[in-house]
């Protein structure tokens, strides 16, 4: 049945499709970039320049479907299936299935140089740990799949409406969010602080004190191969692609091994460089500190002689209030001083301000306003101050396990985005 559309050059037809198909079919043209209606208009035509019916395709369970075809195709569609002895359903389903198999998804990109983001503040607390997990997360997620993210004109306007009105009255419409497949990206987050919050947070156990560790590779004295310490983060969501490097509490003294290290400020680069083959990218939670560690893995994020401006850097994490401010003053010096000392190029990939609450008032939204003001480095992420993110903490699952649709999930996914 077909009836007329809104559209003058399109007519919408109602038929049935199974939901595994019709998923299928939204993820791959996802994939492809292009509308559901064209790659049922593409399928179609295919379907009718063949000499025959393709194989038949299981419709049990079918249900209502319905898109928009140009005028007169479905009418050519309904008299080559007549021809054929196919029903319109599975007529249909056999055109949409031709076109998944002329079609396939596209590959993974792959960097050719494994990024390094350093997700970094001299601040504690700021959330960087939240940020760290959540950016690696949302990276990783499934690219045969369709997640909720924001998009990027959703940011502008949330920075916009931010100042007007507190973010638990601006929840996005859904024009402002889109379903998009997952990057697929293989990630590394790696714990660099003494404190263990990220390792912790993803539901494993920090380092024994007494075994192998990041800081004994750092300081030359490693026993063992890194890649023994390393952990796979809940498989079933994210396929394998997300793994963590924990931290071990002997990282309180790196700072004093450093400083009888040569070449101390490349030592997170020899110890990461041999696991750089097996992944995409590569995430450091830093602690909050300006001492040797730090640049150690400013260094590390560093851009190399092959890479393209703004693929590896600083990803500074703050938020909306003055002391953030002064931390943010004293890490980019720190930076700009090894700019000049070393004469290596370190780029930023963007502020992204966490825990906002616009409802806390005018040094919230003022500071809000003071961060996007900066525009080089530019704001990438604004994440809500929301009980998600606190919640997946204490049951120590990942954020996009815990509550994928949640409004701090879909900012996560908008961030992996900006800075891909």
Same mark, same amino acid.
């Given at each position: 049945?077909?009836?007329?559309?809104?559209?003058?050059?399109?007519?919408?037809?109602?038929?049935?499709?199974?939901?595994?198909?019709?998923?299928?079919?939204?993820?791959?043209?996802?994939? %492809?970039?292009?509308? #559901?209606?064209?790659?049922?208009? *593409?399928?179609?035509?295919?379907?009718?320049?063949?000499?025959?019916?393709?194989?038949?395709?299981?419709?049990? +369970?079918?249900?209502?479907?319905?898109?928009?075809?140009?005028?007169?195709?479905?009418?050519?569609? %309904?008299?080559?299936?007549?021809?054929? *002895?196919?029903?319109?359903?599975? +007529?249909?389903?056999?055109?949409?299935?031709?076109?998944?198999?002329?079609?396939?998804?596209?590959?993974?990109?792959?960097?050719?140089?494994?990024?390094?983001?350093?997700?970094?503040?001299?601040?504690?607390?700021?959330?960087?740990?939240?940020?760290?997990?959540?950016?690696?997360?949302?990276?990783?997620?499934?690219?045969?799949?369709?997640?909720? =993210?924001?998009?990027?004109?959703?940011?502008?306007?949330?920075?916009?409406?931010?100042?007007?009105?507190?973010?638990?009255?601006?929840?996005?419409?859904?024009?402002?969010?889109?379903?998009?497949?997952?990057? +697929?990206? %293989?990630?590394?987050?790696?714990?660099?602080?003494?404190?263990?919050?990220?390792?912790?947070?993803?539901?494993?156990?920090?380092?024994?004190?007494?075994?192998?560790?990041?800081?004994?590779?750092?300081?030359?004295?490693?026993?063992?191969?890194?890649?023994?310490?390393?952990?796979?983060?809940?498989?079933?969501?994210?396929?394998?692609?997300?793994?963590?490097?924990?931290?071990?509490?002997?990282?309180?003294?790196?700072?004093?091994?450093?400083?009888? =290290?040569?070449?101390?400020?490349?030592?997170?680069?020899?110890?990461?460089?041999?696991?750089?083959?097996?992944?995409?990218? #590569?995430?450091?939670?830093?602690?909050?500190?300006?001492?040797?560690?730090?640049?150690?893995?400013?260094?590390?994020?560093?851009?190399?002689?092959?890479?393209?401006?703004?693929?590896?850097?600083?990803?500074?994490?703050?938020?909306?209030?003055?002391?953030?401010?002064?931390?943010?003053?004293?890490?980019?010096?720190?930076?700009?001083?090894?700019?000049?000392?070393?004469?290596?190029?370190?780029?930023?990939? +963007?502020?992204?301000?966490?825990?906002?609450?616009?409802?806390?008032?005018?040094?919230?939204?003022?500071?809000? *306003?003071?961060?996007?003001?900066?525009?080089?480095?530019?704001?990438?992420?604004?994440?809500?101050?929301?009980?998600?993110?606190?919640?997946?903490?204490?049951?120590?699952?990942?954020?996009?396990?815990?509550?994928?649709?949640? *409004?701090?999930?879909?900012?996560? %996914?908008?961030?992996?985005?900006?800075?891909?």
């Amino acid at each position: 049945m077909n009836s007329p559309a809104a559209s003058s050059d399109r007519e919408k037809v109602v038929s049935k499709l199974p939901g595994w198909l019709r998923q299928n079919l939204k993820v791959r043209a996802a994939q %492809r970039g292009i509308e #559901i209606q064209a790659a049922v208009e *593409q399928g179609i035509r295919e379907w009718c320049n063949l000499a025959s019916a393709t194989a038949t395709v299981d419709t049990s +369970g079918a249900d209502s479907f319905s898109t928009f075809l140009p005028p007169g195709q479905w009418e050519g569609f %309904r008299r080559t299936a007549g021809d054929r *002895q196919v029903s319109l359903i599975q +007529g249909l389903a056999q055109s949409i299935q031709l076109w998944l198999d002329t079609n396939p998804a596209p590959h993974v990109e792959r960097p050719e140089v494994t990024r390094r983001i350093v997700v970094c503040n001299q601040k504690g607390g700021v959330g960087k740990t939240a940020i760290t997990a959540g950016l690696g997360e949302a990276l990783a997620e499934n690219p045969d799949a369709l997640h909720p =993210v924001r998009v990027a004109k959703a940011l502008a306007k949330a920075l916009r409406a931010s100042e007007a009105q507190g973010e638990a009255e601006q929840e996005d419409s859904p024009l402002d969010v889109e379903n998009l497949p997952g990057p +697929g990206q %293989r990630v590394l987050l790696v714990d660099f602080d003494p404190q263990c919050h990220l390792t912790n947070q993803l539901g494993s156990t920090p380092l024994p004190m007494n075994g192998d560790s990041l800081t004994n590779h750092m300081a030359g004295d490693p026993k063992g191969d890194l890649r023994s310490l390393i952990l796979t983060v809940d498989d079933d969501t994210f396929g394998g692609r997300l793994h963590l490097l924990p931290a071990c509490h002997d990282a309180f003294l790196l700072d004093v091994r450093l400083s009888a =290290v040569r070449a101390r400020e490349a030592a997170l680069e020899r110890a990461l460089a041999p696991l750089e083959p097996d992944y995409d990218v #590569i995430i450091v939670d830093c602690p909050p500190s300006l001492g040797l560690s730090m640049d150690a893995a400013a260094y590390y994020g560093r851009r190399r002689d092959s890479e393209r401006p703004g693929q590896s850097g600083a990803l500074i994490v703050v938020q909306a209030e003055d002391s953030s401010a002064d931390a943010y003053d004293l890490l980019t010096t720190q930076i700009e001083d090894l700019r000049n000392d070393l004469q290596v190029d370190i780029d930023y990939l +963007g502020i992204v301000v966490n825990l906002y609450d616009s409802r806390r008032g005018y040094i919230a939204t003022s500071s809000l *306003q003071g961060w996007v003001d900066i525009k080089d480095p530019r704001v990438v992420g604004l994440i809500g101050d929301l009980k998600e993110q606190k919640e997946a903490v204490r049951v120590k699952q990942p954020l996009l396990s815990y509550a994928p649709k949640s *409004q701090q999930a879909i900012g996560m %996914r908008a961030l992996a985005r900006e800075v891909l």
